[in-house]
């Protein structure tokens, strides 16, 4: 009877219970975060739409936001917005897959170079294929865009080379990839800008094992340029709206591909100690929640989700337990006010809703 498997089991301290009982804005589910960012640690933000609300909270708590490439003093700060300063540390957009993060860690270091250099839109302004979002309007020329890209990669690489804590939201699995280099778009071909061919561009929905390699080599890239470097992985909780995947309902599409994120999350974790994951999505989607986390829309999470995600975020992750003890100056109020105006623009930068025109 040694063996029976129901005998020596731990005590009743081991298992962790139910939150039914807990209200919703108590849910704290992390589990093991041993990092620890001081009010000066340079923390990059990249990922999804909603990797825009973690930058902004970061930043209005008064820790070290660190944007690499700004605006210029001269430009006023809803010029600057618009123009997507600071919702990220640069102004790549947004990065849905792991793919397109592999990739642009290339570019900046001259590992790779993608074959389609510029799309035009039906007014004939140049757009940059791989940050469509990012200029307003697009280029008034190729070389226009050229010279932005060229410096937008070099603040890339010197972003990765000097921050201290980097963090990723893996937004999606699916996107569209060139056929000719393998090149990933943030959005396809067509949408906003250049033409759809077939003949020149595919659909892709990555697997476990393809995001785990396009992690791993990422993260074998920042180790080279930034030994000491830190990385929080979180998983976005905003669903997709809508799905390529043939024969695919957009609610399965969603579970299949957060699913994947998700699982790829752990295991980086489980092999890297600069790693660490933070459960944005579990605090968002779980049923605790009691789905108050989400608009009207039922894809853009509320203010009051993104604030319990940082609330616990900063209890966990930094020294004060998310109480900083940096006092609001005169120069803070105008900040804060750029940062409202960011909060009321950034449910409308995600690239995907462009499906919709």
């Not at 690489?157 to 699916?174: I, K, N, S």
């Not at 990933?184 to 393809?210: C, E, H, L, T, W």
């Not at 957009?250 to 660490?276: D, F, G």
């Not at 989607?285 to 604030?307: I, P």
């Amino acid at each position: 009877m040694s063996d029976h498997p129901y005998r020596n089991l731990p005590d009743k301290a081991f298992w962790k219970r139910s939150v039914a009982s807990v209200p919703p804005g108590e849910i704290d589910p992390v589990g093991r975060f041993d990092l620890t960012i001081a009010p000066d640690t340079k923390v990059a933000t990249a990922g999804s739409c909603f990797a825009q609300h973690i930058a902004r909270h970061l930043k209005a708590s008064g820790f070290c936001y660190y944007v690499a490439e700004q605006a210029h003093p001269l430009i006023p700060a809803d010029i600057a917005v618009a123009h997507n300063y600071g919702l990220f540390s640069a102004r790549y957009g947004n990065i849905y897959t792991a793919r397109q993060l592999l990739q642009l860690m290339q570019r900046a270091i001259g590992t790779f170079t993608p074959t389609d250099d510029a799309w035009i839109a039906k007014d004939g302004a140049v757009i940059d294929p791989f940050r469509p979002s990012t200029q307003p309007g697009g280029y008034v020329s190729e070389d226009e865009m050229r010279d932005d890209r060229t410096q937008h990669l070099g603040i890339v690489r010197g972003m990765f080379e000097d921050l201290d804590v980097f963090v990723f939201t893996l937004g999606l699995t699916e996107g569209w990839v060139s056929k000719i280099d393998g090149a990933a778009y943030p959005i396809a071909p067509g949408v906003d800008g250049g033409a759809f061919d077939a003949d020149r561009y595919a659909f892709k929905n990555y697997g476990v094992a393809d995001v785990l390699a396009d992690m791993n080599s990422f993260l074998d890239h920042l180790r080279v340029l930034n030994p000491t470097a830190q990385v929080i992985l979180t998983v976005s909780p905003v669903p997709l709206a809508a799905t390529a995947e043939p024969d695919q309902h957009v609610l399965s599409a969603t579970t299949y591909s957060k699913s994947v994120l998700r699982v790829v999350a752990e295991m980086l974790v489980n092999q890297h100690r600069n790693v660490h994951y933070f459960p944005s999505f579990e605090i968002i989607t779980s049923m605790a929640s009691r789905g108050g986390y989400y608009a009207d829309d039922l894809r853009n999470v509320t203010e009051e989700g993104v604030s319990h995600v940082m609330r616990t975020f900063l209890r966990h992750a930094t020294p004060q337990g998310g109480r900083s003890e940096t006092k609001a100056s005169a120069s803070h109020v105008e900040e804060n006010d750029f940062l409202q105006r960011s909060s009321k623009i950034a449910e409308a930068l995600c690239d995907e809703e462009k499906l919709d025109a």
